[in-house]
């Protein structure tokens, strides 16, 4: 699989993609790509959660230098 966030001004847009699980217990991992203003590096956002004994929730967020335009 390929991911490309939108090119060039992309500043409001959001490129997603995740995964769940199906079943009686619930949990996501998630990838968002967050639009930049031209010359910035897109950012990349990502949040696991899952569905245990007790519920567990994490998030990141890195700046993807080598996406700079």
């Given amino acids: ?3 490309k966030p939108v090119p060039g001004n992309s500043a ?3 490129t997603a993609y995740y ?3 199906q079943g009686p217990t619930h949990n996501e ?3 968002d790509f ?3 203003l031209s010359g910035d590096s897109y950012i990349l956002h990502s949040n696991l959660s899952l569905s245990l004994s007790l519920s567990l929730s ?3 967020s890195v700046s993807l ?3 700079a335009k």
Avoid: A, E
């Fill in 1 to 3: 699989m390929k991911l």
């Fill in 12 to 14: 409001g847009t959001v």
């Fill in 19 to 21: 995964l769940s699980s």
């Fill in 29 to 31: 991992i998630d990838f």
């Fill in 34 to 36: 967050l639009g930049i």
């Fill in 58 to 60: 994490l998030s990141l």
């Fill in 65 to 67: 230098l080598f996406w």
